[in-house]
């Protein structure tokens, strides 16, 4: 077996284990196809072993590719974060961050956090996809994902912002024409707002200190994959809805929308800063998460 490393080899390696496809890794890497595959085939030759079985239709790492994927990702992460570190030393940190954000959350709250921080470092840039789609942050090359909620991706280093309440709410105008819920089960005589993209999106979960928890069965009459229009309907009286206090705060705060079901609640979901995982990461990357920590402990609607 030839002794020398190839640095560039387990990078090509690490990006194709990464993405899952020789395609995604060639995108990521800004090289073709072929490219990707003759490093591979030649790393394989150089190693005496299959790093990947390959199928027409599918490509997944072998026991040996099993083995080297966190010690490459590792090791070729380190390698990155020298260089950024190096080339930060003699000046101020620069580069791209990649983020991926919830849609409504961006526009709301998290736009003017990233404006200031570019303010602040004038040589860093941001590629921010705002979207409620479920991003594949490893195949789609982000340095960084915001996600709100519960965690399913166990193989992602995860950082908790902060905590967020889901109010029960309805404008004032509904609860007169319709009457006011007092407990959870009289939602099933009301209609309601819900958002599609929840885990449970007709069944709302409620807890109460002395009474325990009680699951309630629900009809939407307006069913939404975006908050945005789900908060229109909800003022305009068109139903009841659940929605993360980032949401609603202003609305409840100067009486534009009455919290319901108190003391029921709807257990709060979490605000999480996601990364690869093994993967070193650059100085503007630490920079941004501290500015997204420190930006989100001070805000008035988080836990």
């Known amino acids: 077996m030839d002794s020398r490393i190839d640095i560039n080899a387990w990078a090509v390696f690490d990006a194709v284990a990464a ?168 939602l099933e005589q009301h209609s309601v707002i819900a958002y599609s993209q929840a885990a449970e999106p007709t069944r709302w979960r409620f807890l109460h200190d002395l009474e325990g928890e009680r699951a309630v069965d629900v009809s939407p009459r307006l069913l939404v994959d975006n908050g945005d229009i789900g908060l229109d309907a909800l003022r305009a009286g068109i139903g009841i809805a659940c929605q993360p206090e980032f949401f609603l705060w202003n609305d409840l705060r100067d009486g534009t929308l009455v919290e319901l079901l108190r003391p029921w609640y709807i257990a709060p979901v979490g605000a999480f800063i996601l990364t690869p995982p093994s993967r070193l990461q650059p100085r503007r990357v630490r920079l941004l998460i501290d500015a997204l920590v420190e930006a989100f402990r001070r805000v008035p609607w988080a836990l």
């Open 19 to 186: 993405s899952g496809s020789f395609t995604g890794a060639a995108r990521k890497l800004g090289v073709s196809v072929p490219t990707v595959s003759k490093v591979i085939a030649a790393l394989e030759a150089r190693l005496g072993m299959a790093l990947f079985h390959r199928t027409s239709r599918r490509l997944s790492l072998s026991s040996a590719g099993e083995t080297a994927r966190q010690r490459a990702a590792s090791l070729v992460g380190g390698f990155m974060e020298l260089e950024e570190d190096l080339r930060d030393a003699d000046g101020p940190p620069r580069g791209l961050i990649r983020l991926s954000a919830p849609l409504s959350f961006s526009i709301l709250h998290l736009s003017g956090v990233l404006t200031k921080f570019l303010s602040d470092w004038p040589e860093i840039e941001i590629d921010l996809h705002a979207t409620d789609r479920r991003i594949d942050m490893i195949a789609e090359g982000m340095d960084l994902t915001l996600r709100i909620g519960k965690l399913d991706d166990s193989s992602l280093r995860a950082r908790r912002l902060c905590a967020i309440r889901i109010p029960v709410a309805a404008s004032p105008a509904y609860l007169e024409r319709y009457g006011t819920p007092t407990r959870p089960e009289d």
